[in-house]
């Protein structure tokens, strides 16, 4: 699986929007993009995942780049509930684990 | 949809003793699960890889006798840690992928915090 990077932190106030970016530029034609979040002391919980087309459910919105070598996972209005590591992970579709990169530390302010 | 649980959620053990820790997906079928390991501040690292009715296939470095791991339904699997010492203090992680439908997505489970004195 291919592999992405991730800045280390990010910080947002809350409910204010935020933007996580990922890069995947060795991304492959059949690799989906999955975002999970992982909250202190739990497993990772699923957020969203995309192909090709932006997508968007009642957690987030992922905006996939044209060319596919980057996305973004877009929190519309950050809680202090969304405090997390967030993961930004490839996969294709028959493929096997998850590779978990160090992904992004989410801090939000109050 | 889509749950995982695992039992116990933490776990204290004496050195030398073994621990099983199990993990069930609660409303869908599962031919494969998978079992991670998370240090401190550190990213989940997979251990292995499980799949119903065969053995289980180890990540280099994971001690088979160690880790035993038992995937004997559909929806259970199970993973044993053998004679554990204190290096084996550790998170661990299943996630299930559901039979058929959408492969693309896995579910995890919320984690076995094992403490080991």
């Known amino acids: 699986d291919a592999k992405t990077t991730q800045p280390n932190s990010m910080e947002s106030n809350e409910e204010e929007p935020v933007h996580l970016p990922c890069n995947h530029s060795t991304i492959s034609g059949t690799d989906y993009i999955h975002w999970y979040r992982q909250l202190p002391s739990q497993g990772p919980e699923y957020v969203i995942h995309?192909?090709?087309s932006n997508v968007n459910n009642r957690m987030a919105s992922l905006a996939i780049a044209e060319d596919r070598k980057s996305s973004t996972l877009i929190l519309h209005r950050a809680t202090l509930r969304d405090a997390a590591v967030y993961y930004c992970?490839?996969?294709?579709?028959?493929?096997?684990?998850?590779?978990f990169g160090p992904g992004t530390r989410l801090s939000v302010l109050p | 949809g889509a749950v995982v649980s695992q039992h116990p959620s933490r776990v204290i053990c004496k050195s030398g003793t073994s621990v099983k820790i199990e993990c069930r997906s609660l409303d869908f079928q599962a031919t494969t699960m998978f079992w991670y390991r998370q240090f401190p501040k550190q990213s989940l690292m997979l251990m292995a890889t499980s799949n119903e009715g065969s053995k289980a296939t180890y990540e280099q470095g994971v001690e088979k006798d160690k880790f035993l791991i038992n995937h004997a339904s559909l929806t259970l699997s199970t993973l044993t840690v053998t004679s554990a010492h204190p290096e084996d203090s550790s998170f661990y992680i299943c996630s299930a992928i559901p039979s058929g439908g959408r492969q693309e997505t896995q579910y995890f489970g919320p984690g076995t915090r094992l403490l080991v004195l």
């Open positions: 992970i490839l996969r294709g579709f028959y493929g096997q684990n998850f590779v």
């Open positions: 995309g192909l090709t």
